[in-house]
């Protein structure tokens, strides 16, 4: 009886979501797009459960990535796709210039690593910054966004997601009010404390937006920064 009880319930549930899906694409069933999956990201709103869904499909379609990217404050320029006979072609890239931070240069970047940037800043850089500081980060000093090289530079092996511009490093952040905090001196935890505390909550908030981050806890490769970047693969070190 209970087994029979159960079946039927989950048919009415099936049926239920089958008809809530015919009404979604019917129109009938207005979905907020907060709650939608298939409504462009707001790169400005609180993330939820539905945000990596979606910049993942900023990831894959550029015009819709960049049309997300207009409605913020990172300033870009679309770039052409550029092909490449050593496997490091560039695709749906942009170039970035400035967000209501200032960078050591400005860089290149694959529209989804721009867009995780967006998030990362806006959800995580600067309420770290905020929390342990009381103020804003002012400038990022990065090392670099774009090498057609392997991983680690070694002569075999598979391509860095720097070489299709899908990867940045990151040294050191400056707060507004000229204070510097570096991740090769202010890593250890022997230094400022509050440095300390702020790079890990920045390396943490960054596991909520990007694939990869690497950092000091990683290896030596990445004492003085921290990797991040928007590959195939799925690491928070």
């Known amino acids: 009886m209970m087994a029979r009880l159960l079946r039927w319930l989950a048919l009415l549930v099936l049926l239920a979501l ?22 462009p990201l707001d790169l400005r709103a609180e993330p939820d459960w539905l ?19 207009g409605n913020t404050n990172l300033r870009f320029t679309p770039m052409p796709d550029r092909p490449s006979d050593e496997n490091c072609a560039l695709q749906g890239v942009v170039r970035v210039s400035r967000t209501d931070i200032t960078f050591s240069s400005g860089f290149i970047a694959t529209c989804g690593l721009a867009a995780a940037w967006t998030l990362f800043e806006t959800h995580a850089l600067q309420p770290a ?19 057609c090289r392997n991983v680690y530079g070694r002569a075999e092996g598979r391509r860095s997601e720097h070489a299709g511009a899908n990867a940045i490093d990151l040294g050191g952040f400056v707060l507004a009010d000229g204070t510097r905090i570096s ?16 790079l890990r909550d920045v390396r943490d908030g960054a596991c909520r937006f990007f694939d990869v981050v690497l950092g000091p806890d990683y290896n030596e490769a990445h004492r003085n920064h921290f990797h991040l970047d928007m590959g195939v693969f799925s690491t928070c070190r």
Do not use: M
């Open 18 to 39: 089958a008809g809530a899906t015919a009404g979604v694409w019917g129109g009938l069933i207005v979905v907020p797009p907060r709650y939608d999956p298939w409504a």
């Open 129 to 147: 910054a905020q929390t342990h500081f009381g103020q804003k980060v002012a400038r990022v000093e990065h090392l670099g966004t774009y090498a």
């Open 183 to 198: 991740v090769l001196n202010d890593w250890k935890k022997t230094g400022d404390a509050r440095k300390a505390a702020f």
């Open 51 to 69: 945000t990596g869904f979606k910049l993942s499909r900023l990831e894959r379609d550029p015009e819709l990535c960049r049309a997300a990217l």
